[in-house]
């Protein structure tokens, strides 16, 4: 019989002996290179921590490959940070060059702090949504791999943070990233009456929808969907496999920009459209990697050091990020959802 | 949610009203039945792991009879 | 073994970053449903569209959530990943290991499962990804015995998560890791049984650089601060001019509240603590010479959410700050959440945020039922518009006039 309501297991059997000894006494911390923290405490002891980028999606044999590289460097320890990657946590400086090493020869991919591109979030995608306007896991390699000398190297104005969520949902942390990859679905489900009727209970299916736009039609014996109320999200076909959203022609990809969750210097700021669409082109979507290195090149041409996208954008103005990147603008691009009235400029000030 | 167990009462109130519907959500139950939402949901978990109720998540999550709501797949 | 080709994800074993394809191989050698996912994987990368139906109730007894069920839509094609449910158990804070847990975790799904994982999920729990629903209870009670427990799904508190804290952190303003164990610790029947309109989640930052994203993915938020003035170490300050580290222009220009000043012929920083908004900024770029204060907490924000329905929402200051070291501490926060959860389950709507029921009902009128002090840090400015909905209790209701004649 299973054990209810045990809870987490304690995180302080996980921890290395240097952290519990100098747990909540680091006093400063350094990047000797990339990929590699060095934290010291007030003691004199440091702790290095090397980050591995990890594609998420993981067999057990990757984790037990990196159990055993953290027995032997390690003393057995070890963390994943909230963007996936993995720290090897080395408190013994003599063993740091030799895990770099090994790490390097083994071709595990080093990098990922400082004024880096970090791993980016991420969802299932194809690999296991029921929802998704596009794959996540195969959009983020091919993405990763165009970006990589950023990953492996300290040279962007400042951190780069980016999330991809497969479908409007948004369930990657997409809506405050630097960069957001968003899944979209533009039409509304297709209904099959007939298997409608066959598998669907018709209250629960319409109990479904998060903005009410599917209604029962008895005479019919099933439903109608409100097409001006539907957004799209998919949570119907999540009730019945009558409402198919997926529509391999239409679902693409949305690319918003501009968000931070830190509040160092400006305040967290929401991601905002740049482009409202991109063709879902497997299995690498060029489409897409292109859009995401134009912008981050025109970024390091002309941002401040240490300015993140977004304070760049709200320096120089959208607009005028419009004309340095040539993206088209549209009316697709200017809100008409809840809350758009603040995003209209309200002054006569402006630039070209 | 209270803690402790669950008044019999209530889980008996509560299998009665859930007999009548297809399902529900829990604050549902107690503004049907007159009881305390709190009281409601301890004797939830009773009656869920007396397999006499299960949670059923269509977007949110409801509770139902065991085995009364079918979904695709179920 | 499947033998069959997967020539589109074959493109994606190449190039620098880690490869998904390469684990799915990997898994595939010892598990026919990770290779009958790469197959139902490699068909979505010819049509360009899924395969998964979700729906159907599976969990484990006692428990509301945990386990999402998942099914391919062509089960006589894929037998082997005709259902593929997903397990979340739930994380150590600050996803802290020792090779021995991690190697359990591994050995239990090898078991059962499809030998493929998420570490970690959006929301923090390691994500065991596909097995079938008969092996759903077998699971959790191996992984039950083992000191694991499962993490949160549907409308129920989810799978708490923190920043690395002050177990590596020198910035972390509470003891994030703890706050966060003991917290989940108390809310397991929040957790394991869903009961709200919506889901609720929490997230531990230890200071305003917010690593774990709360203020954008949380709607209950808890981010370090310190109350009184940051700290200098002026002989380090000078290490940094030394070095030519360009103190004014990265430092004290980007100052957002230009509080920081730089005397360069004495190399020595000074503060206007009183202007200071603790934005962390100064202390990222010199975090050996500048140090947060001595009076630490947290501030708590809540609110904040996704996109669906009304739009993503960032979490607002609620209480600007509170003390988050003593167990009293810990209490005085569980005191103030389940205030506002128990006010939320008594007002919104289904499927309604904490968020949006206070967007559609007012702040006001949350402050007051939960019995929260209104003060100036919860607005940047406050409202433009004369439209106060009056508590008609305070007023005077006599219906008279001045001269005392009835209205």
Redesign the interface.
């Known amino acids: 019989?299973?054990?209810?309501?045990?809870?987490?297991?304690?995180?302080k059997?996980?921890?290395p002996p240097i952290?519990k000894e100098n747990?909540?006494k680091?006093?400063?911390?350094?990047i000797p290179q990339p990929g590699v923290l060095k934290?010291v405490a007030e003691s004199g002891a440091a702790?290095y921590?090397v980050r591995v980028?990890?594609?998420?999606?993981?067999?057990?044999?990757?984790?037990?490959d990196?159990?055993?590289l953290?027995?032997q460097y390690c003393d057995?320890?070890?963390?994943?940070?909230?963007r996936?990657n993995?720290e090897f946590?080395v408190s013994d400086e003599a063993k740091l060059k030799a895990l770099l090493e090994t790490l390097s020869a083994q071709g595990?991919?080093v990098g990922g702090t400082g004024a880096s591109i970090s791993n980016i979030?991420h969802?299932q995608?194809?690999?296991?949504?029921?929802?998704?306007a596009t794959?996540a896991?195969?959009v983020v390699?091919?993405v990763?791999?165009d970006l990589?000398e950023y990953?492996e190297s300290m040279k962007l104005p400042a951190k780069l943070k980016m999330g991809l969520a497969c479908c409007?949902?948004?369930?990657?942390?997409t809506?405050?990233s630097d960069i957001g990859i968003v899944g979209v679905h533009r039409t509304p489900p297709r209904i099959d009456h007939e298997k409608l009727r066959k598998?669907?209970?018709i209250?629960?299916l319409v109990?479904?929808c998060?903005?009410g736009a599917i209604r029962p039609d008895p005479k019919n014996k099933s439903v109608v969907v409100n097409e001006d109320k539907c957004m799209y999200?998919g949570?119907c076909?999540?009730?019945?496999?009558a409402m198919e959203i997926?529509?391999?022609r239409n679902?693409g990809i949305a690319i918003l920009i501009g968000?931070k969750?830190?509040?160092?210097?400006?305040a967290?700021s929401?991601s905002r459209m740049v482009i409202p669409f991109l063709p879902?082109n497997?299995?690498?979507w060029p489409e897409v990697t292109e859009a995401i290195r134009s912008i981050i090149e025109l970024w390091i041409a002309n941002a401040h050091?240490?300015e993140r996208l977004g304070e760049w954008i709200e320096r120089i103005g959208w607009e005028k990020f419009f004309s340095l990147s040539g993206l088209p603008f549209s009316e697709m691009l200017i809100d008409d959802?809840?809350?758009a009235r603040e995003t209209f400029r309200t002054a006569a000030g402006f630039k070209y | 949610m209270g803690r402790g167990p669950a008044n019999p009462e209530v889980k008996k109130k509560v299998l009665e009203y859930l007999a009548k519907v297809?399902?529900a959500k829990s604050r549902d139950v107690a503004v049907a039945i007159g009881e305390k939402k709190s009281d409601v949901d301890d004797a939830v978990k009773e009656l869920t792991a007396e397999d006499l109720v299960e949670y059923l998540y269509?977007?949110t999550t409801y509770i139902c009879l065991k085995g009364k709501?079918?979904?695709?797949n179920s | 073994m499947t033998e069959k080709k997967t020539p589109?994800?074959d493109?994606?074993e190449?190039?620098?970053?880690?490869?998904?394809?390469t684990?799915?191989k990997?898994?595939a050698v010892k598990s026919e449903s990770?290779g009958e996912?790469l197959q139902v994987?490699e068909r979505?990368?010819v049509?360009?569209?899924?395969?998964?139906?979700?729906?159907g109730i599976v969990g484990?007894?006692?428990?509301g959530g945990g386990v999402i069920g998942?099914y391919v839509?062509e089960p006589e094609t894929y037998p082997n990943v005709a259902e593929?449910h997903?397990v979340r158990i739930?994380?150590?804070?600050?996803?802290?290991?020792?090779?021995?847990?991690?190697?359990t975790?591994?050995d239990i799904?090898?078991k059962y499962g499809s030998?493929?994982?998420?570490?970690?999920g959006?929301t923090g729990d390691v994500i065991l990804?596909?097995c079938k629903t008969e092996d759903i209870?077998p699971i959790?009670?191996e992984y039950?015995?083992a000191?694991?427990?499962l993490g949160g799904s549907g409308s129920c508190l989810r799978t708490t998560?923190c920043?690395?804290g002050?177990?590596?952190?020198?910035f972390?303003c509470y003891?994030t890791?703890e706050a966060c164990?003991n917290i989940?610790?108390e809310f397991?029947?929040e957790l394991?049984r869903p009961m709200w309109p919506y889901k609720s989640k929490i997230k531990f930052s230890g200071c305003?650089?917010?690593?774990?994203?709360?203020?954008?993915?949380s709607d209950i938020s808890v981010?370090g601060t310190w109350r009184d003035s940051i700290q200098f170490d002026q002989a380090a300050v000078k290490e940094y001019a030394a070095k030519n580290f360009d103190i004014q222009g990265?430092v004290c220009d980007?100052?957002?509240t230009k509080c920081l000043t730089y005397n360069s012929q004495a190399q020595e920083l000074s503060v206007v603590a009183e202007d200071c908004?603790?934005?962390?900024?100064c202390i990222?770029?010199m975090?050996?010479a500048i140090k947060a204060g001595k009076e630490k907490g947290a501030s708590i924000l809540i609110g904040g959410k996704?996109?669906?329905?009304?739009?993503?929402f960032?979490s607002s200051v609620v209480v600007p700050f509170m003390k988050m070291e003593a167990e009293s501490d810990f209490e005085e926060f569980k005191d103030l959440v389940r205030r506002i959860w128990d006010w939320w389950d008594e007002n919104g709507k289904?499927?309604e945020r904490l968020g949006e029921l206070i967007y559609r009902v007012g702040m006001g009128k949350f402050l007051r039922e939960c019995e929260i002090p209104a003060v100036p840090q919860q607005v940047f400015r406050p409202r433009a518009n004369p439209y106060v909905f009056w508590q008609q209790d305070d007023l005077d209701k006599s219906g008279t006039a001045l001269d005392g004649s009835k209205l």
């Open positions: 019989m299973a054990k209810l309501d045990q809870g987490p297991p304690n995180y059997e996980m921890l952290i747990y909540g680091w006093q400063y911390h350094e934290h702790l921590s980028g990890s594609p998420r999606l993981v067999s057990i044999d990757f984790i037990r990196i159990c055993n953290a027995d057995g320890h070890l963390r994943f940070t909230t996936n993995v946590l595990y991919a979030i969802t995608g194809w690999v296991h949504c029921h929802t998704p794959d896991s195969g390699k091919a990763m791999d990589y990953f409007l949902n948004m369930c990657g942390s809506h405050c598998t669907t209970e209250p629960t109990a479904s998060p903005t999200c949570n076909y999540t009730m019945s496999p997926y529509d391999p679902d968000g969750v830190s509040n160092a210097r400006t967290p929401f879902n497997p299995p690498r050091k240490g959802y809840i809350f | 297809e399902k269509i977007t709501v079918k979904t695709p | 589109l994800l493109e994606l190449k190039g620098k970053w880690p490869s998904f394809v684990e799915m990997r898994a990770a996912l994987l979505s990368y049509e360009h569209r899924g395969h998964w139906k979700h729906g484990v007894r006692g428990y998942r839509d593929f997903t739930n994380q150590p804070s600050g996803f802290f290991y020792n090779t021995k847990t991690l190697r975790i591994c799904w090898e030998r493929l994982t998420n570490m970690h959006s990804l596909g209870q959790f009670d039950s015995e000191g694991f427990d998560n920043c690395v002050p177990g590596r952190c020198e972390a003891d890791l164990y989940t610790n397991m029947d394991h305003a650089n917010d690593c774990t994203g709360a203020i954008a993915r981010i990265l980007k100052c957002p908004t603790r934005c962390m900024h990222n770029m975090p050996k996704s996109t669906i329905v009304q739009s993503a960032m289904s499927r």
